[in-house]
């Protein structure tokens, strides 16, 4: 079955302190709808190293809460920051989906 | 010989008269200093009297402002008034007396600062001059005299004025390339001394972690503060401040920060405290940025994403090295 998270580094990394782990989730999800946001705004023309930037710092949150997936797909936004409008627009979907997922699969864990 | 002192009780009006004394003239330099004095405490006219003194012989204009500030105009190369200055200024003081002379003289950064008109006059005067224009000096150059503190008690060395040395400096291209500087204040460099005194009693490690996103920072300082006594940050002019009141024995430190970038802080803390234990962490995994990061005194690198043995690991090469120095 496909995991979009995989919290082994950061149960390690919290001690397995459950109220720790509900709080890096929910700053977690804060961070990541700030990343779609910057990235939906700089979609477009002229907004590269914005777009970049953004990228960028998804991508940090999203490898150090276990979300391998989204964090290549980060990673190819962020590489491709000088791609036109249209090709952001397709990678910024389906970042979207693979956040949907991610945030779907923490929820879950909340209760 | 010119010198021509003129004092305003604003910054403001101060700039304004600077512009037009210049607009028709033809300004080549323009450095702003910012005098702090520790210790024995002149007063204001005492303090205009000492700087005047230091500018005999000069062929320069003088700007005071009431706050300390000093603005000098002149023709010449940035790097050897600094200098010369510097010296001057050391000399006038009395023995008792400390001095931190905080130089902002990076011409183009200055007149950003200070308004968009100055800006263009100023660039239209280098431009029309190129032969004149000063050659900026190095960063090296202008972070050491920005730390210089010096006890004086010397006489007042009596060379003149240098001349132009006829470098020609793209202007255009310098002002989109300079970073916003990251510095400590004087007040900093008094604290950070004091702290820096007070780390050499303590027994745990004490820990900076310096992290734009927030869930990155909580996630670091999570593993870290069952162990370590913790301070955090995401931006870069508190870590200078936190830095300053701590000491800290390790900065876990981000390379891409809201108000500066990682690398000129990693460099900041290790030029005021080279006892700086610097890891860099990043989601790059990039050799140029490794490079930087060494080059800049990290002595250790923490690609993303994080976990405990990293972490720990940095924290285990730091006893090893404190072991060793001790």
Redesign the interface.
Known sequence: MYLSVDLTNLREMTGGDSAIEQMLFVEFCKSAQGCVQGLTQFCTEGQAENWRKSAHAFKGIALNIGANQLSVLCKQAQDQHMADAATKALMLQSIKSEYALVEEYLSKIMG | MLIDVIEQDSESALLQMIERNHKQGSLASLVHFKFTLFGAQPNHDQFVLAVKECLIGFKASVYFCADGDVFVVWRGTARNVLKQLLQNVKAAFAQDMTIACDVFPHHYYDLLAHGEELRIICKQKLHAQPGLAPLPPSDADLDAAAIRIARTGHSRPDSGFPQAEGHATDWHSLGQRIEPRLRFSPEQIVTLAQAVEIRKQRKHPEILVVE?????R???H??LR?HYTTHSTEQAKEAIQLYAEHAPDIVFLDI?LPDGNGHQLAELFKRFDPQTFVVMV??YNQQDEVMRARNNGARAFVI?????QK?FDCIQLFHRNRRKAS
Do not use: W
């Open positions: 734009d996103q927030t869930f990155s909580l996630l670091l999570s593993s069952e891409e990043t989601a993303k994403p994080y976990n405990k972490i």
